[in-house]
């Protein structure tokens, strides 16, 4: 069981970022995952059907990972 204002954040360049979005969607938990610029249109496309929110954060997967610890960071309990 989990509460229900779980929100699990994830940075992804993609494959992993479509995993954590799939486990996200079965579990009913809210689900947000930072990109950076460039990914796939096809990996967005399908993170968002998965019912994750996609934002997309800097040239690169590291700018992409600190968009979303600070995410993390600012509003813990989101």
Avoid: W
């Amino acid at each position: 069981m989990h509460g229900d204002n779980l929100h699990v954040i994830a940075a992804s360049g993609g494959n992993a970022g479509i995993a954590v979005a799939c486990v996200a969607n079965e579990l009913g938990i809210k689900c947000t995952v930072f990109i950076p610029n460039g990914v796939s249109p096809g990996t967005v496309n399908c993170l968002k059907r998965e019912g994750s929110e996609v934002v997309i954060e800097g040239e690169y997967y590291l700018q992409a990972l600190r968009s979303a610890e600070d995410a993390v960071t600012v509003n813990p309990h989101a």
